[in-house]
């Protein structure tokens, strides 16, 4: 269907009509984003931080004025900007300026870089982030505290793993945690030990993770202001309008309203606060309200299980490479009805981490039984990552009104090795786009980002060709769960609006919605599949402001 003008003037005050444009943006092929078909050649007008018109060239024009600032698309595509369904924001600021260990390829090279990195600190402070793989490491088992101990005598280090359901501490800061071979695995946890002596190895998984976690100093609101800012920064190049910040602290909400009203914020966010916080934040939400449309509380993040990459995510069935292991709960799942039930009676919006297929059907299960219990109410609970499911669970998504929350790079990551973890039959379910669109199901896309890049070009790339990082699947990696370009692309615009009750003012580009949006540098919808991941951001607009141009 041809964009045309009219369609601006059904939606806005016939005031509008002789508005005059802030910025027009031309030249280009425009994607709406109200449905998942193919562009138009065409403009868009924007005025006072909302879209004032689409159509071609020549009806759009007419929204100018000498002060109207032109950007020419020349070609690229423009489209409703990106929204990230799941992130940790705020650590991904932090982690820009830590340092890097993801694509740290053998033992030795782990070891240099923290070597490196610690030899530009001053003595007792603490390196974390680090983001490593070991399935890069050829059959290498998980590192130990040996490995950094003498390269990191004057600093305590608790690095985590990619997927951040495991971490390594040196000796420095396991003293600092007081923790020995006499400390007890919490519940939920687990702590790898030496098993002749039981000394601690270093490695602490999930809930375990809080013993050396709660030692950590708390960064002063100065520095996480400007983990922020670089987060943001690093957001607007890649396009990222929005997004969903995963289990939040509320030193993280301070820090978004100070940028706020300092007027440096270049994103919306909506933050997620831990579940087991439900009351607390209940009554900060009654006392002050949610937020506006730039800072929010979203709702609630809560943990069932770990992560398959450290084998705490949790089956029916035990992994194919560890016998007798299903994985591990991270809490009772009396408790997680019991938080679950209490944040749904307070209005509360709930969305629950959960990875393996006995944890997803747990917790599909708790929505449905809390659903009947309350009675209906538009409440759009959400599951995070929701990556194995059982055939007989997948439908649920679609009959019980819950949003799949997914991380489309995960499929191309995970994919290198996960079908060692649980055997060739359960990976046919995994990411399973496809199916549960078919089946009704609503997708929001993410990348959990520092899990997983950033970048929502890639995200669309790994949905439609699901092609593995490591060039052993090049028609994609269980390739009947491919989705298309369209699907992916409203996965992470109008699905994410949905997802935080949005979708009458963002994610798609209609008059009256807020401004945000981006230009690409080439057509995603005229690309071969392999190539999608070539585009670039041109510019990022976020309330009607330039905000990245490249």
Request: glycine share 10%.
């Given at each position: 269907?041809?964009?045309?003008l009219?369609?601006g ?7 509008a009509c002789?508005?005059k444009?802030?910025?027009?943006v031309?030249g280009?092929m425009v994607w709406?984003?109200l449905s998942?078909?193919a562009p138009?050649?065409g ?5 006072g ?5 689409i159509?071609d060239?020549?009806?759009?024009g007419r929204?100018?004025?000498p002060t109207?600032?032109?950007i020419q698309?020349?070609?690229?595509l ?5 929204t990230d369904g799941?992130?940790h924001?705020v650590?991904g ?15 030795k090279?782990f070891?240099?870089?923290i070597?490196?990195y610690a030899q530009?600190?001053k003595?007792g402070?603490?390196i974390?982030?680090?983001d490593w ?6 059959g ?5 505290h040996?490995?950094?101990d ?7 280090v608790?690095v985590?793993r990619?997927d951040g359901?495991e ?5 420095a ?5 007081a923790?020995?071979?006499?400390t ?5 946890g687990?702590?790898l030990r030496?098993p002749k002596?039981?000394?601690?190895l270093?490695?602490?998984k999930?809930?375990a993770?809080d013993l ?5 100093p708390?960064?002063?609101?100065a ?8 987060a943001?920064?690093y957001a607007?190049?890649?396009?990222v309008?929005a997004?969903s910040h995963m ?6 909400l301070?820090?978004?309203r100070?940028?706020?009203q300092?007027?440096r914020?270049?994103i919306r966010a909506?933050?997620?606060l831990?579940l087991e916080?439900w009351?607390?934040?209940?009554e900060?939400?009654s006392?002050s ?7 929010k509380i979203?709702?609630l993040?809560?943990y069932m299980?770990g992560?398959?990459g ?7 069935e035990?992994y194919s490479?560890s016998?007798?292991?299903?994985g591990?709960?991270q ?7 019991r ?18 297929d006995r944890?997803n ?7 449905d039984s809390v ?5 209906p109410?538009d409440r ?6 929701a990556?194995?499911?059982?055939p007989?669970?997948?439908s ?8 799949a929350s ?9 994919g ?6 649980i055997?060739?039959?359960?990976i046919?379910?995994?990411?399973a786009f496809r ?5 009704g ?6 990348s959990?980002?520092t899990?997983?890049p ?7 790339y ?5 092609r593995?990082l490591?060039g052993?699947?090049?028609?994609g990696?269980?390739?009947e ?8 692309l409203r996965?992470y ?11 009458s ?5 209609a008059p ?8 690409l540098d080439?057509?995603?919808?005229a690309l071969?599949?392999?190539s999608?991941d ?5 510019y990022?607009?976020v309330?009607g ?6």
């Open positions: 269907m041809r964009l045309r009219c369609l003037l059904v939606c806005l005050p016939l005031a002789a508005r444009a802030d910025i027009i031309s280009g709406t984003g998942t078909g138009q050649r403009a868009v007008a924007l005025a931080g909302n879209i004032l018109a159509g060239s020549a009806q759009v929204y100018a004025s109207t600032q032109w698309a020349n070609g690229g423009v489209l409703p900007g990106f799941h992130t924001f650590d600021g932090f982690q820009l300026a830590s340092v890097d260990l993801r694509n740290a390829a053998t033992p090279e070891i240099r870089r070597k490196q530009t600190l003595p402070d603490w974390t982030g680090g793989d070991h399935t890069l490491w050829a290498q088992p998980l590192p130990r040996e490995w950094i003498s390269v990191t005598p004057s600093n305590p608790f985590n990619v359901h971490a390594l501490a040196n000796t800061a396991m003293r600092a945690a923790v020995t071979k006499d007890p695995t919490p519940s939920g687990e702590i030496d002596t039981g000394d601690p270093g490695i602490f999930d809930r993770l050396i976690g709660r030692v950590i708390e960064p002063s609101p520095h996480r202001d400007s983990a922020l800012a670089r943001l920064a607007a190049s890649l396009g309008t997004t289990s939040a602290s509320w030193a993280d301070a820090s978004y100070r940028l706020e300092a007027g914020l270049t909506a933050l997620y831990p916080s009351r607390a934040v209940a900060t939400v006392r309200g949610r937020g506006d449309d730039w800072v979203g709702g993040k809560g299980d992560s398959a450290s084998r705490t995510a949790y089956f029916f035990p490479d016998a007798g292991y299903y591990l709960l809490h009772p799942e009396a408790d997680m009805r938080w679950i039930g209490s944040a749904d009676s307070a209005g509360l919006q709930v969305t629950v981490h959960a990875i393996g944890a059907a747990f917790l599909l299960s708790i929505y659903t009947r219990a309350h009675g109410r759009r609970f959400r599951v995070e990552h990556q194995h499911l059982r007989q669970d997948i649920l998504f679609g009959k019980l009104g819950v949003i997914m991380q489309p790079y995960h499929a191309i990551d995970d290198r090795w996960v079908e060692h973890r055997g060739p039959v359960r046919k379910t995994t990411y199916t549960l669109l078919d089946t199901g609503k997708l929001a896309f993410g959990d980002w899990v997983a950033l970048d929502p070009i890639l995200g669309v790994a949905a439609v060709t699901r593995t490591d052993k699947n090049p028609n990696w269980v390739p769960q491919k989705i298309s370009v369209g699907e992916a996965a615009t109008a699905g994410n609006a949905y997802a935080t009750f949005d979708e003012k963002r994610g798609i580009l009256g919605a807020d401004a945000d949006l981006v230009v080439r057509n995603l919808f071969p599949s392999d999608l070539r585009a670039r951001v041109r990022t607009i309330g402001r330039v905000v990245y141009r490249r």
